[in-house]
């Protein structure tokens, strides 16, 4: 590959304060690298517009939320931001092959990871340092039922963060059994 165009596309993600989608991706791609190779991220499939992030050879959906104190745009001195997180129902999903949509109620992953970025100041953020992150892992049964946004405060409430190091642990904590599963109760 040309290295002009390599760098042109790595370049978003070779910044300290990273715009939301280029974060986003990022983010998932560092989630999946923590939980190793028995998780695959559900645009590595070629599913695109999946309904949840990664899931496990085991079907285990995972979901990726994050957000950041520190936007690109921001001017220097900005106020703390309070992040607010979607959890809303959905009312189906495309499937993987992108053909079908499955009409079904709810929300399809499994465990939902909560990604926070809270360094607030320009000349210390890094959001490419995975030290920088916190983590709040949570199996979807226990987010508020019908509930479309949850913020900080609430999600501290239900359980404490973890760094990159403990999220495997985390997650392998989060799965539920396999009859509970979203993957067996869609079927």
């Given at each position: 590959m040309n290295i002009e165009i390599?760098?042109?596309l790595l370049g978003p993600y070779d910044k300290p304060i990273m715009n939301n989608?280029?974060?986003a991706h990022f983010v998932?791609?560092?989630?999946?690298?923590?939980?190793?190779?028995?998780?695959q991220l559900t645009w590595q499939q070629g599913w695109d517009w999946a309904a949840w992030d990664l899931e496990s050879k085991a079907g285990v959906r995972l979901e990726v939320k994050q957000a950041a104190a520190r936007q690109s745009w921001d001017p220097p001195e900005t106020p703390q931001r309070?992040?607010?997180?979607?959890?809303?129902?959905?009312d189906g999903y495309w499937t993987g092959e992108g053909s079908q949509w499955k009409q079904l109620r709810g929300r399809h992953a499994d465990i939902y990871v909560f990604a926070w970025h809270g360094e607030p100041k320009a000349e210390l953020c890094d959001q490419r340092n995975a030290e920088q992150w916190v983590f709040y892992v949570v199996p979807e049964k226990h987010l508020p039922e019908e509930q479309?946004?949850?913020g900080l405060t609430?999600?501290?409430t239900l359980l404490t963060p973890c760094r990159?190091?403990?999220?495997k642990r985390a997650v392998i904590a989060a799965c539920p059994l396999p009859?509970?599963?979203?993957?067996?109760?869609?079927?």
């Open positions: 390599r760098d042109l989608t280029h974060r998932e791609c560092l989630i999946a690298l923590a939980l190793g190779d028995q998780w309070i992040p607010r997180f979607d959890i809303a129902p959905r479309k946004s949850i609430a999600l501290e990159i190091s403990e999220l009859k509970e599963r979203k993957a067996f109760l869609d079927t």
